[in-house]
């Protein structure tokens, strides 16, 4: 993975493949305090102890069917953030869902860029139209606060019966990240 | 800024849309999002379909995606899925053959057999 967005893709799949109903994406670009911070939260089915472990060790696969018993997808990103004197924690517990929370240092030097935030939370979204997110943007530094919010829930209550995957909806989607991302800082982080 | 007023609109639009075509979906399109489809390249996949998709407004066309399906040696990788005819799976996928894909498979039904790396169910 070249970037941070597609680390956030990767993650994001693993939700609805715990069949969470609701996901909730925050991205928080805090200056003064030099970090950077993912937090994924969702409603899916959780982990026990030992798989929340067996997680972020690279030879294990919750995919069954697999042949290949490797699974890359979280250890490289706990890696990359930690590289950089950042932190990945993950807490979940059957039944009560995963919280994922990544920490980067801004301004360290191999720090991967945040990249195209839009394109991923846009995947995300027209996807697994059936899933809810609820996105936030936080940009802060000294003089200011900007904040950034997209809720699939209040745009489904919008459009009735008309699906998220219709191709003006997607584009709505698609400019409105595209403002937000703008708004708070994002695009070039 | 786009607000939620603007939904309302679109949401005119569509249901009139929904009135001509009945709002079936004749194509489905998923895309492989495992880990590996993502390192190869599929995010741009995606969002190149939803592009031409939105362009060409072919409402009747859901792109959707899929976690990975062991074919990791061909990602990124999509199928097509037309009702009453075979599947077709699409490998090593770029932006540029999404294109073609989307002009020749999707509005001429013609498969392009170049890309195809598996047909059936």
């Known amino acids: ?189 | 800024m786009k607000t939620l007023a603007d939904l309302k609109k679109i949401r005119e639009k569509a249901q009139e849309d929904m009135k001509l075509r009945g709002g079936n979906v004749r194509i489905k399109i998923v895309v492989g999002m495992g880990t590996s489809g993502i390192a190869m390249g599929a995010r741009e996949v995606m969002k190149t379909f939803l592009e031409e998709i939105a362009a060409r407004n072919l409402s009747d066309v859901l792109v959707t995606q899929t976690g990975e399906k062991g074919l990791s040696s061909m990602e990124p990788v999509v199928d097509l899925i037309e009702e009453g005819k075979p599947k077709v799976t699409y490998g090593n996928m770029n932006p540029d053959k999404v294109k073609k894909v989307v002009v020749e498979h999707i509005v001429n039904g013609r498969v392009v057999s170049d890309y195809a790396v598996a047909t059936g169910d």
């Open chain 1, 1 to 189: 993975m070249q970037d941070i967005s597609l680390h956030l893709l990767d993650i994001l799949e693993n939700s609805v493949r715990a069949e969470a109903r609701n996901i909730k994406v925050r991205v928080i670009n805090n200056v003064p305090k030099n970090r950077l911070r993912i937090i994924v939260e969702d409603d899916g089915v959780g982990m026990d102890s030992h798989t929340l472990a067996k997680s972020q060790d690279p030879f294990y696969t919750s995919k069954l069917e697999r042949e290949k018993k490797v699974g890359l997808g979280i250890p490289l990103f706990k890696q990359n953030a930690e590289m950089v004197g950042g932190s990945f924690k993950m807490a979940s517990e059957p039944g009560f869902g995963t919280v994922l929370t990544v920490d980067f240092t801004l301004d360290h030097i191999d720090r991967m860029p945040l990249g195209n935030l839009k394109d991923t939370l846009l995947n995300a979204i027209i996807g697994h139209a059936d899933v809810d997110y609820y996105v936030h943007l936080i940009y802060r530094d000294k003089a200011k606060e900007q904040c950034f919010y997209l809720d699939t829930k209040a745009i489904r209550e919008e459009l009735g019966d008309i699906p998220l995957t219709y191709p003006d909806v997607i584009e709505y989607i698609d400019q409105s990240l595209f403002e937000g991302i703008q708004n708070t800082n994002m695009e070039d982080v």
